[in-house]
């Protein structure tokens, strides 16, 4: 089992930053992938960004690439989403994942999830 908890939602200008943090605990931190996914009211979990066991991997999705970055300390057991120029479409609640294996996109691939951490961007 691993344990996944999230932190550092908050309210947000739009054009402003927030940096997201999940802290894992249980298994090897860094026998994971880990994902970032988001949820907004009325709509489905998406992917958002996902990084591989060592860091060495990235994988976003196109409407966050170059504003969003995902990073892991696997000597911290953390996962971190760094989110600058916050756009009005990105309020949602944040949740992180971990799975086993590789990498992935998919909702139904991990394993683990948080109990989400929300987002607002006002306008």
């Known amino acids: 089992q691993v344990q996944l908890v999230e932190s550092g939602g908050g309210l947000v200008q739009a054009g402003g930053s927030l940096r997201l943090s999940c802290a894992a605990s249980?298994?090897?931190?860094?026998?994971?992938?880990m994902g970032w996914f988001r949820q907004a009211p009325g709509k489905e979990r998406e992917f958002v960004a996902a990084?591989?066991?060592?860091?060495?991997?990235?994988y976003y999705a196109d409407s966050v690439k170059g504003r969003f970055t995902i990073s892991r300390d696997n000597a911290k057991n953390t996962v971190y989403l760094q989110m600058k120029s916050l756009k009005p479409a990105d309020p949602a609640v944040y949740y992180c994942a971990a799975r086993t294996y590789g990498s992935s996109r998919a909702v139904g691939e991990y394993d683990y999830w948080g109990q989400g951490t929300q987002v607002t961007v006002s306008s």
């Open positions: 990084i591989n066991w060592s860091g060495s991997s990235t």
């Open positions: 249980g298994r090897t931190f860094s026998n994971y992938a």
